[in-house]
């Protein structure tokens, strides 16, 4: 194949430019052309309205329609190939291309590093190749420049050259891409766009300087904000090891105070009890003696002897008292009652600490850890107030200030321009979204009040729901009629974020950086709906 082509290479020589054949076509007569030469030929004679062949001169009409012929374009491209290879020496040792650097395209074994590429070849050559290149082409210059990965360079979908840019478009294109696609766009050379980009190469730069001082700084920042986080944290367990160590004691000194209340009082109560039993034998032991004697008094015959003895001795004895016969020291339901208080306590307490530990998350996060809790949310229309419209598959709202023909429907906010979404928060989760006038942001329980006028039934109106409002002139969040005012908001775009069992709310403004706007740290008691309030001309999309 190579000494047929390299026999024949007049074949592949174009008779108007005298080069090896770019995108050959060929004619009915069966002459081959570049396809740029032809047409330029055939645009000469337009006016004429007969195109001919520039070698037979064979005419035709109307303008033949060209088609690049692929087999002619395989051999040419043997041909180039083959012919630079034939004469190629061999491989320079210590030029070869390494990891990055640009091969030569013609190389057949160990490939050299490419010292230029050929933007009409659309290959890359060494310097060997590059002469060769050189020789080869003698009709015209091919444009060469430095060795570049020409995929960069190349238009995908027709192979060519990038050579215009697109300014409608902004995109680099090349010359039949000008013709088909990006036909009647703004388009300039790519040396017109580039001087036209460097226009702005000082002032990107100093914004790429700008924004790294700032993410510097905000390294910084963190680096601190994580160096005291550990300090704190340290201190804290340090602090919570001590504190529980002396509530353990304490525990335990509480215990043995029980313990030895409990022997004490047992000691009393058994003292008590022995000397009781004491003084009970010593009147048993009276009474016999007494029954003993009035037996033998039973006997006498003395009158006068029994008279005075029988009185005697049937005087009654002093009383001992009663004593209680089922002693008990049960004192296990009041250590019950103080454990089961206890519990109860320090649960409430552990849940408060858990929360303030949890909430300095919020501080530290960033938008890339807040995409993971990403949820989708869609509006409910039952829900929607009769002069908000809902488009974009119920993901944006806008207040035309029309009524929207909506069916009645008991969980509508008939006063009140606001609208609920149809799923609820449970558990962490964050969302964005788009705004643009004067809209509230929120979250609601389900159970607010949709129905009457006035403050409490506005988002933030009420103990049921958190909002923060938005403007040009200014930023405030509310919660049960408390107002707390916020720095300005010119970010287009906020982002919420909700820790349902940790009981955080967060609201972060959005743009090349995100900002903690407000956070709020308290116990949610039923599952969070996202609310939007929109006024007059105002929208605002989720996304």
């Not at 337009?46 to 033949?64: A, H």
């Not at 395209?105 to 490419?114: E, I, S």
């Not at 070849?121 to 002469?131: G, Q, R, V």
Request: glycine share 4%.
């Amino acid at each position: 194949m190579a000494e047929a082509t390299q026999s024949n290479q007049d074949l592949f020589i174009c008779p108007v430019c005298l080069d090896l054949l770019k995108d050959p076509v060929s004619l009915n007569c069966g002459h081959n052309y570049c396809t740029g030469c032809i047409k330029d030929c055939w645009d000469q004679e337009d006016l004429k309205g007969v195109y001919s062949c520039p070698q037979c001169r064979q005419t035709f009409t109307p303008r033949p329609c060209l088609n690049k012929n692929n087999i002619v374009a395989e051999l040419v491209e043997q041909f180039r190939k083959t012919r630079i290879q034939a004469v190629a020496p061999a491989p320079v040792v210590g030029l070869c291309a390494g990891p990055g650097e640009v091969e030569c395209d013609l190389c057949l074994t160990r490939k050299l590093k490419a010292v230029k590429s050929c933007l009409d070849c659309l290959l890359s050559y060494c310097e060997p190749h590059l002469a060769l290149h050189n020789q080869v082409h003698p009709g015209r210059k091919h444009k060469v420049v430095d060795a570049t990965p020409l995929q960069e360079r190349i238009c995908t979908q027709h192979e060519k050259s990038l050579e215009v840019f697109c300014r409608t478009d902004q995109t680099c294109v090349c010359l039949l891409c000008v013709m088909d696609e990006h036909k009647g766009h703004d388009t300039v050379s790519a040396s017109a766009g580039r001087k036209e980009k460097e226009t702005h190469l000082g002032e990107t730069q100093e914004n790429f300087k700008q924004r790294i001082q700032e993410r510097e700084k905000e390294m910084l920042e963190l680096r601190k904000a994580v160096e005291t986080l550990k300090s704190s944290a340290q201190t804290a367990v340090e602090d919570s090891e001590t504190i529980f160590t002396e509530m353990i004691r304490s525990i335990e000194r509480r215990r043995s105070e029980v313990t030895e209340l409990i022997r004490a009082q047992e000691k009393a109560e058994v003292s008590r009890a022995e000397e009781h039993q004491k003084q009970l034998e010593q009147e048993i032991a009276e009474l016999k003696r007494r029954d003993a004697e009035l037996e033998q008094l039973s006997h006498t015959e003395d009158h006068i002897h029994f008279i005075k003895t029988f009185q005697s001795l049937s005087q009654p004895l002093e009383s001992l008292g009663s004593v209680n016969q089922n002693p008990s020291l049960d004192v296990k339901k009041s250590v019950s009652s103080l454990k089961e208080q206890l519990e109860t306590f320090c649960t409430e307490e552990f849940m408060k600490i858990s929360a303030t530990v949890t909430a300095v998350r919020a501080i530290l996060q960033t938008r890339k850890e807040l995409l993971q809790y990403s949820c989708h949310f869609t509006l409910d229309p039952n829900t929607a107030n009769s002069k908000l419209h809902l488009s974009e598959g119920n993901r944006r709202v806008e207040n035309t200030d029309e009524l929207q023909s909506y069916p009645d429907h008991p969980e509508r906010f008939d006063v009140s321009l606001q609208v609920l979404c149809r799923e609820g928060v449970s558990g962490c989760c964050y969302w964005e979204v788009e705004w643009s006038n004067f809209v509230y942001i929120a979250v609601s329980y389900k159970s607010i009040s949709r129905k009457g006028k006035g403050d409490e039934f506005w988002f933030g109106g009420n103990d049921q729901s958190w909002r923060l409002r938005l403007s040009s002139s200014g930023c405030s969040f509310m919660h049960n009629t408390e107002q707390t005012k916020l720095p300005l908001v010119v970010s287009s775009r906020i982002g919420v974020y909700v820790d349902h069992s940790a009981g955080t709310l967060a609201f972060y403004s959005i743009s090349d950086t995100i900002t903690l706007l407000h956070r709020v740290q308290t116990t949610f008691t039923q599952p969070l709906y996202p609310g939007f309030a929109v006024s007059r001309g105002s929208s605002l999309k989720l996304l």
